[in-house]
């Protein structure tokens, strides 16, 4: 008992690293998409912190995931601004994700499920704020899929994953064209291809079908684009995509560690 405790405090500090590092990149890669970097010090993802109020470079020991907000009480101690909030929860839902998932499946699925977690995280954030579902994280979560299924990770296998992710793009290759050609609009953009695609690769052709369902209960995160800050030139009656598809998944996945999609899903054919 003593060393499952360990391990899972053990797991929520990497996680509350991992929630450090989400802060960055959900800040900076949109920064880099659109071309609105102010700044020098947020050109690279792996570069090293700066204050997000006066630029200082932030020393190791006062950038300590979770810790350093509490005891700066939410103030930068070069300058005294504030320290978004946003990135002190970030780092405790990071932080709590492989923690629950240890509690409740086998070390495998819960790192596995952590990771889908984390992929999808960053892209509900920057895709509320932005309307932006970026390549450099799609395709990367993906090709992960394709690995894990074929790994035998995953409860679909490598077939059922390729054939997922051929459907899921294929879906937005069809609607796309649909939508050009009878109303001259985009139903769904060329850049929701690769998200698709990497849902499909995780779950699925049929667990994509089934995400889609269980994506009704992320459509509220959609709307949280109207409290978070987000980018003022996206139209404001748009809503992104990744919180529904990526909600859904994230839901089928967990039924399926759990074996209650079996009598639905051959998963295991």
């Known amino acids: 008992m003593a060393t499952d405790t360990l391990i899972i405090l053990i797991a929520c500090v990497y996680g509350a690293c991992v929630g450090s590092f989400l802060t960055v990149l959900t800040t900076r890669l949109p920064m880099m998409i659109l071309g609105t970097i102010k700044s020098p010090v947020f050109d690279t993802l792996w570069g090293r912190s700066h204050c997000p109020n006066c630029n200082t470079l932030i020393p190791f020991y006062r950038n300590i995931p979770v810790v350093t907000w509490l005891f700066q009480l939410g103030r930068a101690k070069c300058c005294g ?39 999808a995280l960053a892209l509900i954030i920057i895709d509320i704020r932005h309307l932006l579902a970026p390549f450099a994280i799609t395709i990367p979560l993906g090709v992960l899929g394709l690995v894990l299924a074929a790994s035998g990770t995953l409860e679909t296998n490598a077939m059922k994953s390729l054939a997922g ?82 909600v859904g998944a994230l839901i089928t996945l967990i039924l399926s560690e759990l074996g209650l999609l079996i009598p639905l899903l051959e998963y295991n054919n």
């Open 81 to 119: 601004g504030k320290i978004p909030g946003n990135y002190f929860m970030l780092e405790i839902v990071c932080a709590a994700i492989p923690g629950v998932f240890l509690l409740n499946f086998d070390t495998q699925s819960a790192l596995t499920l952590s990771l889908f977690s984390y992929f």
């Open 165 to 246: 992710a051929l459907f899921g793009g294929g879906i937005v290759l069809v609607l796309y064209a649909i939508g050009r050609l009878t109303t001259g609009r985009e139903w769904l953009g060329l850049g929701d291809l690769p998200l698709l695609g990497a849902v499909g690769a995780w779950v699925g052709p049929d667990g994509f079908i089934l995400s889609w369902a269980f994506g009704l209960m992320g459509v509220p995160v959609a709307y949280l684009r109207r409290l978070m800050p987000s980018d003022p030139d996206v139209p404001e009656g748009a809503l992104p995509m990744a919180p529904p598809i990526l």
